[in-house]
């Protein structure tokens, strides 16, 4: 006889097995969910799913870390390649294919190497490959060589002196070192500088790992000659600059080695830098009587336009993280603890769980820390059983969440009753079969008629009759699988009406801190059954967290991103008042001469000021607008138009804007007039 295949839980067990194989790696259930982008209670549930399916203990658990018992590494190497082949199946099959329509193509490189290499190749790449997205990974080439051994890159691109054996390395570009100076050195003006030129003076080096340093040395060495590094800096565009301050002379790739203020500077004639001084004087160009924009000001403008809509974006996150804390899980979440324990170890029959596990939670009740403690199949806010049901009144059955609870499940809980009983002591196997709906449930199926006493029909498997269930009662909305969704249709059944299975979950309403619970309530476990699996004790307040986690992220990335934009366009304002300030001291000295108050020449710096600023601010708000698609998607319960978020993004740059200009426009009031003219 060909038996029938088992239908897994919910028939996903590759989410399992990736879950199970992540935590393997990582030896963390908190770095496995990282990986997978889940909370850390859905990871650990769908690890406990498949050691209940599988009735083994694959994890011994010991702190913050997990290793893996005997039959989790057997395990392992089964479901590694399984979960590793059907995570690349789409790009495999691409390949075999011999087209590659998506995917990600992850580089590790330089930021030299970023910058001034792969820009090019980059472009070309994508206008061939469009479905490919890049990911460009910034590190050093160490650290570059590591994450290629580690798999974490597809490739890396640098320079190597030495080509390790297990590298397969392929030069693409060549060039030569280059000397950079500042304008003044000595070695600026001759046509052709040796080793011995440099050798006195100071060298401004990357860090000692990095190939340039190493070059230095070993050409230096080659030829008998010392050197001497002044100052070590990370980054190429940090040692030019330190260079072009006349700190010490610098040996950079060719592909570095542009220096544009020195450039620009060095390239301007004596004539035409009198007579910028001169144009100074009379103010900003203009074409009639309008101003013409200068470079300054179209920098300013799109810093001000980038900072308004990351602080936008930044205030519709954040307001949706205040909207989800506010979010009602429909019961009291903020004093429970949740364990999953299983009793595969202990010996029990199933006739004999019953009794365990309703001694266990009335033993524990006992406990001065404890208020109360229930037995429930799956915990709420974890994945849940369904079923098929047929409803009284509709002759379709119904595929609903069903979930098995032990009498003083609802008041341990805290979800309330609307209409009648709760289950009780009387509600065995041998008493007539009874079932408590939710509010969705009565709703739905039931519209304005009563429920109380109506039935439902729990669809048997094989030869067993479907099971009659009369409605006791009807309970609160409680959310059953997900924070953030909106609650589902729920038959609450009676468990000890049915066998319970090897493991079920133990919820613990606390008197103390949860917290401080969780170690008491793992040590009393142990105390009460030494044989007993438990599985994550952890307060409540963290499964509802991990629910929020992506909320919690983007707003502390965009958060973060609003400050530097606006600190960025900070910074611009005042660094261009500043300049227009100084530019113009002799206009200034010019107006306060004839007349011009110090109220006057405020108020003409900041107009000027803010001009930049206000066409930035509403390109900002026409480009946030642009985006609200793509904002829509990070938002729960807010509109990307919302008024308050926009009102605070624009409140926030303007105060900014205002005070960056506010200070070089402070600074100009105090110009002595006679000071001004004379100094030309």
């Not at 702190?63 to 790009?91: F, H, W």
């Not at 994450?147 to 890396?156: Q, S, T």
């Not at 266990?360 to 079923?387: D, K, Y």
């Not at 200034?588 to 110090?598: E, T």
Request: net charge positive.
């Amino acid at each position: 006889m060909v038996s029938t295949p088992q239908i897994y839980y919910k028939q996903n067990r590759l989410k399992q097995l990736r879950a199970f194989c992540h935590a393997a790696q990582t030896g963390s259930i908190s770095e496995a969910a990282e990986r997978v982008f889940l909370s850390q209670p859905t990871v650990s549930l769908q690890v406990q799913a498949l050691e209940r399916e599988l009735a083994t203990v694959l994890f011994e658990r010991r702190g913050p870390k997990i290793r893996l018992t005997p039959e989790g590494e057997i395990l392992y190497r089964l479901a590694q390649p399984l979960v590793e082949g059907m995570d690349k199946l789409d790009e495999t099959f691409a390949a075999f294919c011999g087209r590659l329509e998506s995917g990600v193509l992850n580089i590790a490189a330089g930021e030299s190497t970023i910058l001034y290499i792969l820009p090019e190749p980059i472009r070309r790449f994508t206008e061939s490959y469009p479905g490919i997205s890049v990911k460009l990974q910034n590190v050093t080439g160490r650290d570059g060589l590591a994450m290629l051994r580690g798999d974490e890159v597809d490739f890396a691109v640098g320079s190597m002196l030495e080509v390790p054996d297990d590298i397969s390395y392929r030069p693409v570009v060549t060039y030569a070192p280059t000397l950079i100076t500042p304008l003044a050195h000595p070695l600026a003006g001759k046509d052709r500088v040796t080793l011995a030129d440099i050798s006195p003076y100071g060298l401004i080096l990357p860090p000692r790992h990095l190939s340039t340093w190493r070059m230095v040395e070993l050409v230096f060495g080659q030829h008998g000659l010392s050197y001497r590094v002044t100052l070590e800096a990370g980054g190429w565009e940090v040692i030019k600059k330190y260079v072009e301050l006349g700190l010490g002379i610098s040996i950079v790739t060719g592909l570095a080695a542009g220096l544009l203020p020195a450039l620009r500077a060095s390239s301007r004639r004596l004539v035409a830098t009198l007579k910028s001084d001169a144009t100074a004087a009379a103010g900003p160009p203009r074409f009639g009587r309008l101003r013409i924009p200068g470079v300054h000001d179209l920098l300013v403008t799109s810093q001000v336009a980038l900072s308004v809509v990351l602080l936008v974006v930044a205030g519709l996150v954040l307001r949706t993280l205040a909207t989800v804390h506010r979010l009602d899980a429909g019961f009291a979440h903020d004093r429970l603890v949740a364990s999953h324990i299983s009793t595969s170890s202990t010996g029990l029959q199933p006739d004999e769980r019953d009794r365990f596990f309703r001694t266990l939670a009335q033993t524990l009740e006992a406990e001065p820390w404890v208020r109360a403690a229930t037995i429930v199949e799956n915990a709420p806010l974890s994945p849940q059983r369904t079923a098929r049901l047929r409803i009284e009144g509709r002759d379709d059955p119904v595929s609903l969440i069903t979930t098995r609870v032990i009498p003083g499940f609802f008041e341990t809980m805290g979800i309330g009753l609307v209409a009648g009983r709760s289950f009780t002591p009387g509600d065995t196997a041998k008493a007539p079969d009874v079932a408590i709906v939710n509010e969705t449930l009565a709703r739905r199926y039931f519209g304005e008629a009563r429920p109380i006493g109506r039935r439902l029909w729990l669809a048997g498997s094989g030869d067993t009759p479907d099971r009659a269930l009369a409605i006791v009662g009807v309970a609160r909305d409680a959310k059953a699988q997900d924070f953030l969704a909106d609650p589902e249709p729920v038959v609450y059944l009676a468990y000890p009406q049915y066998s319970y299975p090897t493991g079920s979950a133990l919820v613990v309403a606390t008197n103390i801190d949860p917290a401080a619970a969780v170690p008491r309530l793992q040590e009393w476990l142990r105390r009460y059954e030494p044989h007993l699996a438990i599985v994550n004790v952890l307060p409540y307040t963290e499964v509802v967290r991990g629910f929020l986690y992506v909320q919690r992220m983007n707003a502390e990335l965009f958060a973060t991103l609003a400050f530097l934009g606006m600190s960025l366009a900070a910074v611009g304002i005042f660094s261009v008042v500043s300049l227009a300030v100084g530019r113009r001291r002799r206009e200034i000295g010019i107006r306060m001469a004839i007349g011009a108050r110090r109220t006057d020449i405020r108020r003409l710096i900041l107009g000027r000021a803010m001009t930049p600023v206000l066409v930035g601010l509403g390109l900002g708000l026409a480009g946030a607008a642009a985006l609200t698609g793509l904002v829509r998607s990070l938002l729960f319960g807010v509109e990307p138009s919302d008024p308050v978020a926009v009102l605070a993004g624009i409140a926030v740059l303007l105060v900014a804007a205002l005070l960056a200009a506010y200070l070089p426009a402070r600074q100009a009031t105090r110009v002595d007039p006679m000071a001004a003219l004379r100094s030309d």
